[in-house]
């Protein structure tokens, strides 16, 4: 079973669509977290959840808007998207802030 | 934030150790040294984590110098599969902080056959 795992794996839009990115976690963790790696390959830091509540919300429009329904699932809805939004968006959890986080193996989003 | 500072690239042959070095000379008393790989296509993975102490692992050893301003990632035989870009990220133990991995460059191990 994949501890985390995220939906779809492959995403192509248009710009100005909408769409959701769906990730859960099967390991019990409390703390989630969504991370966007760009075209060059830095990995950056979007939201953190830690009991379904918001703790980092980094420097992110607010067309981007994280859900977490229970502690197992962080659903990411990008509104409107733009062609920068294209980049791969992973998704992980943690047991608690301090223990080792888990990733998912990332959707590749591509807006056209 | 406290940064770390890493080699762009590195080569190994495979089956001999490997040894990624790490600068962090502004490392805080509570911040740990955290290591992550990052397999082509795939999440990145926890390697190993450490505060003070040498620590060992089934994937690697992490060794941090006395003053913790510098720490080595030890891979003792490189495998094909070791192939990756490797981070060394400093993570505080607690505050807003400590809910997320600050990642830099990395360093891009390649593994010779």
């Known amino acids: 079973d994949t501890a985390v795992s995220q939906t779809p794996k492959y995403l192509v839009t248009q710009m100005g669509n909408d769409k959701s990115i769906k990730c859960e976690q099967n390991?019990?963790?409390?703390?989630m977290y969504w991370y966007k790696q760009d075209s060059k390959k830095f990995l950056k830091i979007m939201f953190s959840y830690n009991n379904k509540e918001l703790i980092i919300n980094e420097t992110v429009p607010n067309r981007f808007s994280p859900k977490s329904p229970d502690k197992a699932h962080l659903n990411l809805h990008i509104n409107s998207l733009e062609l920068g939004d294209s980049a791969v968006y992973f998704c992980?959890?943690?047991?608690?802030?301090?223990?080792?986080?888990?990733f998912g193996s990332g959707t590749q989003l591509s807006v056209l | 934030d406290a940064k770390t500072t890493q080699p762009n690239s590195m080569e190994s042959n495979e089956e001999e150790p490997v040894h990624l070095p790490c600068n962090h000379s502004?490392?805080?008393?509570?911040?740990?040294i955290h290591w992550y790989r990052q397999l082509p296509s795939q999440g990145p993975e926890y390697v190993i984590h450490g505060l003070t102490s040498n620590v060992n692992n089934r994937m690697a050893s992490l060794a941090i110098a006395e003053d913790r301003k510098s720490s080595t990632l030890i891979l003792h035989r490189a495998t094909l599969r070791d192939a990756a870009v490797y981070y060394c990220?400093?993570?505080?133990?607690?505050?807003?902080?400590?809910?997320?991995?600050?990642f830099g460059k990395g360093t891009k191990l390649s593994v010779i056959p």
């Open positions: 990220i400093l993570r505080p133990y607690s505050g807003a902080g400590s809910y997320q991995l600050t």
């Open positions: 502004t490392i805080s008393g509570t911040d740990y």
């Open positions: 390991l019990g963790h409390d703390t």
């Open positions: 992980a959890s943690s047991q608690d802030p301090h223990e080792k986080l888990f």
